[in-house]
């Protein structure tokens, strides 16, 4: 059974970059899983897809987070990463990663202060 655990620092300061991993467990990030996705939801808000990054390790962001946004993996920790940069106050969120046809993460708060 595949399992996702995000984790990173609860706690951002503005204007100062966020990094999140997702640790992968029952099951390589490289099998037939298309897309591995980022998602968050804000407080109050609905779910916002961020971005996302296939089993050959290409990627595809949302357009309004692109410009901030990075999605990578390592293969050897069986880990996908999300960074953020320059973080708002309106980046605070419960942040999920994601097999979108599949299991999702608990989710991770990211608060910014």
């Known amino acids: 059974q595949v399992q996702l655990q995000e984790s990173g620092p609860g706690l951002v300061k503005p204007s100062q970059t966020l990094s999140l991993a997702c640790t992968v467990s029952g099951g390589s990030i490289t099998m037939n899983v298309y897309y591995w996705s980022w998602i968050r939801q804000p407080p109050g808000k609905g779910l916002e897809w961020m971005g996302a990054?296939?089993?050959?390790?290409?990627?595809v962001y949302s357009p309004s987070l692109k410009s901030r946004t990075t999605i990578s993996r390592d293969t050897s920790k069986n880990q996908l990463t999300l960074t953020l940069n320059s973080v708002t106050p309106e980046d605070t969120a419960v942040y999920f990663c994601?097999?979108?046809?599949?299991?999702w993460g608990q989710g991770t708060q990211v608060t910014e202060l």
């Open positions: 994601a097999d979108l046809g599949g299991p």
């Open positions: 990054i296939s089993t050959d390790g290409s990627t």
